[in-house]
């Protein structure tokens, strides 16, 4: 849902149901917005959904919900990845809408009484994913993202003599920038693993361009490095990943 003055408008989206996570994705299914661990949500329950000229748009139903309310609205902790934040999904009927609620308190009771200390590398993994997909490292990733190619612009518009201290300040900090985005895809790596990692084919496309960047270098007299360097401005094109995870 986005808010708008009072009210909301509903968007389309395909929602999944795991034994560990609630996944919303785009209707096409070809993009994860949000990750929700069902050890995290608090609550899950019918909520009313009203005109949005009218003051309080939502509130929980009685048990004995009208036949004609098939929203409901999931309830994350504020400690966990999500921040507390609320998701309020419409199904299609009201039958829809209790089997989802239904389904999803059993799935989240089974979750939870499943869950018990784990150190080894699986759960390091899983907190790498969290982490990772969260909203706060996602609007850090972008932010890293608009710094280098600002700084790639600055560079380009200036055109400092060749080995000057500008030119050498200016380089250093484009390396910064490569190691930090390097780092990001081995994080990324590691806590979505092969087959999620290959299946998103913007990590494809993250994985091309930081070797390229990370090769220019490290081998630094190699032929057309120059030429090679600037590739690394197609980084911004990772940020059409953020806004759509954004919509």
């Not at 929700?36 to 000229?53: G, S």
């Not at 504020?78 to 934040?85: A, I, K, N, T, Y």
């Not at 309020?88 to 009927?93: A, I, P, R």
């Not at 496309?205 to 070797?211: A, E, I, M, N, R």
């Amino acid at each position: 849902t986005k808010a708008v003055g009072a009210g909301f408008i509903f968007q389309r989206r395909t929602c999944i149901l795991s034994a560990n996570y609630f996944y919303i994705s785009t209707e096409a299914a070809d993009m994860i917005l949000d990750l929700i661990p069902l050890t995290e949500i608090t609550e899950v329950a019918h909520v009313l959904v009203r005109d949005q000229e009218e003051e309080d748009l939502f509130r929980k139903s009685s048990s004995g919900a009208d036949k004609d309310e098939y929203a409901f609205y999931i309830h994350t902790t504020e400690h966990g990845p999500c921040g507390g934040r609320a998701y309020v999904l419409k199904c299609n009927n009201v039958d829809d809408c209790d089997k989802w609620i239904h389904t999803t308190r059993l799935t989240i009771n089974a979750a939870k009484a499943a869950e018990v200390p784990k150190r080894g590398f699986k759960y390091f993994r899983e907190k790498a994913k969290l982490v990772y997909h969260s909203r706060p490292a996602q609007v850090l990733s972008a932010t890293v993202i608009i710094g280098s190619f600002a700084l790639a612009v600055v560079a380009a518009e200036i055109l400092p003599e060749e080995d000057s201290t500008l030119a050498v300040l200016l380089d250093r900090m484009q390396s910064i920038f490569t190691f930090v985005f390097a780092f990001e895809l081995a994080f990324n790596l590691f806590g979505s693993w092969m087959k999620d990692f290959l299946a998103d084919r913007w990590n494809w496309f993250d994985t091309v361009v930081v070797l390229v960047s990370v090769a220019s270098e490290v081998f630094e007299g190699m032929p057309a490095v120059t030429i090679i360097r600037l590739l690394r401005v197609f980084r911004v094109l990772r940020l059409f990943r953020f806004l759509s995870s954004l919509r």
